[in-house]
């Protein structure tokens, strides 16, 4: 069974995983994972995951294709688009050993050492995102005053005195 692949640029590789993994077809699809690894070219092969059912075997499938990838090195991320998809990930803590995304573009920033949620344009480094947020002329944020009733017991009491 021939998965779907194609490059999404120079160096990341998309493998579509459409199919239910079970019993019957978990080597197939593991052999075909391998083959489509490459041994220089792509260093990222993003597993697109188009099935909303992740099986325990499809978890054992990518863990294994992770370990030949990574003595191959290439990295490997995976796209969860379903709910129940990230679910199972989730609960498997493999979020971060997978390097999961919901999107395409968010798993090829993952595979960049994006965190999750950044919106990180290409090229733009977290100090360069940081100091177009904040401009020197921009004033600085006004301190916070404690209020309430509890406002002053941070400071120290000495007995007999206030």
């Excluded at 092969?45 to 188009?50: H, N, P, R, T």
């Excluded at 992770?66 to 709910?83: D, F, H, L, P, T």
């Excluded at 965190?115 to 004033?139: F, K, M, V």
Aim: glycine letters at 8%; hydrophobic letters at 40%.
């Amino acid at each position: 069974m021939p998965l779907l692949s194609y490059r999404l640029d120079e160096s990341h590789l998309v493998v579509e995983l459409c199919d239910v993994v079970d019993p019957d077809n978990e080597s197939a699809i593991e052999q075909e994972l391998l083959t489509l690894l490459p041994c220089c070219g792509p260093s990222t092969v993003i597993v697109d995951v188009v099935t909303p059912l992740l099986t325990p075997r499809a978890l054992g499938v990518l863990l294994r294709v992770r370990g030949e990838a990574g003595q191959r090195g290439v990295s490997i991320a995976v796209v969860a688009r379903y709910e129940t998809t990230r679910e199972v990930l989730s609960a498997a803590a493999l979020n971060r050993t997978l390097r999961v995304a919901y999107t395409l573009q968010g798993a090829e920033l993952r595979s960049r050492g994006c965190r999750p949620g950044t919106d990180a344009p290409r090229g733009g480094g977290l100090l360069e995102r940081l100091e177009r947020r904040i401009a020197p002329s921009d004033p600085a944020p006004p301190t916070a005053r404690a209020v309430g009733p509890y406002a002053d017991t941070s400071v120290p009491r000495f007995p007999g005195k206030g």
